[in-house]
Nanobody
């Protein structure tokens, strides 16, 4: 089981990025996917998640209306479209997988993690 996150970069305030999380060794029907981030000096924060089994999504209040999570079944990949980026969105973003038994907002149940991708938003 492997997750590969990509798509980070440097962008100006108000810009957009799309992160990708490609899953290998399992299908998105069996696992939900969550996006998390860790900013310098801060604890890890749950950003958004998607569970096809439970037909649920979640977005943190800080990103609602700006970030959208979606998936491409054919590519076994989940995306995080990030618009209207702010300097406070600067962080390393990680994707992780949770077994379908659990709603994707059960943060303690994530089993597999990707390597992280850096997002930097300049002011």
């Amino acid at each position: 089981v492997q997750l590969q996150a990509s798509g980070g970069g440097l962008v100006q305030t108000g810009g957009s990025l799309r992160l990708s999380c490609a899953a290998f060794g399992f299908t998105l029907d069996d696992y939900g996917i969550g996006w998390f981030r860790r900013a310098p000096g801060k604890e890890r924060e749950a950003v958004s998640c998607f569970s096809s089994y439970h037909s649920t999504t979640y977005s943190a209040e800080s990103v609602k209306g700006r970030f959208t999570i979606s998936r491409d079944n054919a590519k076994n990949t989940v995306y995080l479209q990030m618009n209207s980026l702010k300097p406070e969105d600067t962080a390393v973003y990680y994707c992780a997988a949770i077994y379908r038994r659990w709603p994707c907002s059960t943060w303690s149940r994530y089993d597999y993690w990707g390597q992280g991708t850096q997002v930097t938003v300049s002011s």
